[in-house]
Structures are given as structure tokens and as C-alpha cells.
């Protein structure tokens, strides 16, 4: 997935007054914005051009907000594909959930016009301010971030976006610890103390698919982890 700045928002929501109001204030904003009513009218729309970002809305008709995202982004190749979940009530563990399998931010309906607005153009700039790029190759790790593809000993491991995130992340600062402050602020635009296992979670799985070199990330208590170009060798007295 190649961003091109501003192609335009894809809008999915069943609710279509709520989504006009709001498609409006996009606009306001010089942002072009379409939408749909379903999660198949969406992956069609996506699969004819693919759009800058994707605010997906709880509730829809056909399908289950995890199933459409995982859709979006594998049917087509965009696996970078930035999607924004909103979930009727404002509630933290959903919005625990939704960053859990992999959406860019998670707002609820009472949030703000003006609010989700500014969260848009902060997941944009994410995307074109991002640090993850190119190649990188430390020991037996490799990242080619253009082609979304990482290796482990010349083998290629299949990586959830979130995952390659964070695996980019610990490359880039590599033998250095990164704090789950740093991935929140990296990864999801969270600043502040994290109050719940969600990055945690993510290294977990990261770790599991990293085979033989799984004991390379390193945990780093109470901080955050970080990843070792080899296992340090151990002095014997």
C-alpha cells in the first residue's frame, strides 16, 4: 500500500444522516468523503480506489467491524491501509479491543466533529512522518518497509500490521530499550502511561513468530523491551 496524500475518506456507516453531518464537516476541511451504508458496498468502493483512510462505524447491516479491516486490508494488499473504528458507546475496553486487532484510533459517536477531525489528520501524519521505511538489516533480522515483508535468518515471517510496527520500531532502536510509552506514542498516538496490556499483548504474539530468535526480545521490567542483535554471551568464572 502506497499513501497518496488525500485521495479521500471512505465513510462506512449505516447510519446515513450521522455520516452526512459528519461528511460534511470533512469537507468543510477540503477532504473529499464517500459513503456507504455496508461493509460490502465499502470493499467494493475500496477495491475501485483505494481511499487515504477508512472511518468504519459499529453496527453495520453485513459485517462484524473485525472482518470488514481484515478485509480491507488483506483482500487488496493494504496492509497500512489507516482505519478509524467508531464505537457507539465510549467505552475502554472496546476501545481496548479495536487497537488490539489493529485499528489506527478508535472513537466513540458522542466524540466531537471537530475532535474526530484532528484525529484524522493525526493519523495522517503519522503516516507520512513515519520513521518505518526503507530496508533495515541487524543480525539475523531484516524490514523492507516499502514491500511491508520481514525476515528472520533470510525466512520471511508473516507480521500484522501492528506487529511490523512494532517489530520496525524495536529494529530501528536496536540493542536499545523501547518503552511501551514510546510504542503507544509511535504506534498509536497515545501519549501518557499505558493502563492496560496492550502493548504487551502485541510483543507477545510478535515474539511467538520470530521462531529460534524468539528469546531476542528482550523484557525489560517495569520499562518496556528491547531487541538484541545476538544473545549476549554469558561469562563463565
Known sequence: ????????????DQLKEAADEMAGSFRSEVMD??????????????????PSL????????DLQPRDLIASLRSDFGHAELPIILQIDRDDATRRIEALQFGVDDCVSRSTERRELILRVNAVLRRLRQSPFTHTSSVGPFRIDSDAHRAYVDQHEVELTPIEFKIFSLLLCRI???????????????IRGAPSTRTVD???????????????????????????????RAVAVV
Open 1 to 12: 500500500y502506497v499513501f497518496v496524500p488525500m485521495s479521500y475518506i471512505l465513510m462506512i
Open 33 to 50: 468523503v464517500r459513503h456507504v451504508s455496508t461493509g460490502a458496498e465499502g470493499l467494493l468502493m475500496a477495491r475501485r480506489q483505494v
Open 54 to 61: 477508512v472511518v468504519v462505524s459499529e453496527g453495520l447491516p
Open 175 to 189: 540493542e536499545r530499550v523501547v518503552s511501551r510509552e514510546m510504542v503507544l506514542t509511535e504506534i498509536w498516538g
Open 201 to 231: 499483548t502485541h510483543v507477545q504474539r510478535l515474539r511467538s513468530k520470530l521462531g529460534a530468535r524468539k528469546h531476542l526480545v528482550e523484557t525489560v521490567q517495569g520499562v518496556g523491551y528491547r531487541l538484541l542483535a545476538e544473545r
